[in-house]
């Protein structure tokens, strides 16, 4: 196993891994590698656009060991799984979703990784999570809404650190399914330039049909 350009990334061959913070538990039959008594959970970038990010050449995804996570769109927990292992037993993230049936999921999750709150909230209102939540060193945003770029934007100003990062998959065919994806991704991008720094900006096919990521800089 090498240790990849980011931190707390590994790699063998093409596959990317973090390692687990839970040895011997996997939760979604992820394989997973020991090497020297240390457990490494791949990540299948098919599921996980932040997988698929670092697999289109991402040098930096701006999440550290220890950081204060706000994840929107957490959904069954997948890719916020490996963000713990990312950020360590003393980091933090705080998973939103608004659908009761894969917030259950997640708390079950939550309840094995101690470093991961479930939230049950829209986050088209960040005002019902506010008093619940401190700031983030990371705001990421993984949700299927036409209005996702304004929802991303409301969130940051509200808890992204100064100098913290935000992470953007933007999903095209929920924006609008007439338009050409790369059509909706520059006019996004254009649109964050305006009030934070655009540090990466990739097209994740073949991983990810009709998505992209930004990372942005606050």
Do not use: W
């Not at 708390?107 to 990784?113: A, D, T």
């Not at 479930?118 to 401190?134: F, G, Q």
């Amino acid at each position: 196993m090498i240790s990849h350009k980011i931190f707390e990334i590994y790699e063998e061959g093409r596959s990317i891994f973090t390692k687990s913070i839970l040895p011997g538990k996997t939760h979604f039959d992820e394989r997973i590698v020991t090497e020297k008594r240390e457990e490494y959970r791949e990540i299948d970038p098919s599921r996980s656009k932040l997988g698929a990010m670092i697999l289109k050449g991402c040098t930096n995804i701006g999440i550290r060991k220890n950081d204060v996570v706000l994840y929107l769109g957490s959904s069954h927990g997948y890719t916020p799984s490996f963000v713990s292992d990312i950020i360590g037993k003393d980091g933090l993230l705080f998973g939103v979703d608004p659908a009761p049936r894969v917030m259950r999921d997640f708390v079950f999750l939550c309840e094995e990784r101690r470093n991961m709150v479930p939230l049950l909230a829209d986050a088209h209102h960040p005002e019902e999570y506010l008093p619940r939540i401190c700031l983030a060193d990371i705001v990421y945003q993984d949700i299927a809404q036409k209005n996702q770029a304004e929802i991303f934007i409301n969130n940051c100003r509200l808890f992204l650190k100064k100098g913290g990062y935000g992470l953007f998959a933007v999903k095209a065919r929920s924006i609008d399914i007439r338009r050409k994806p790369k059509d909706i991704f520059i006019e996004i991008r254009n649109a964050l330039e305006k009030e934070f720094t655009v540090i990466d900006y990739r097209i994740l096919e073949p991983f990810q049909k009709d998505h992209c990521m930004i990372i942005v800089k606050k």
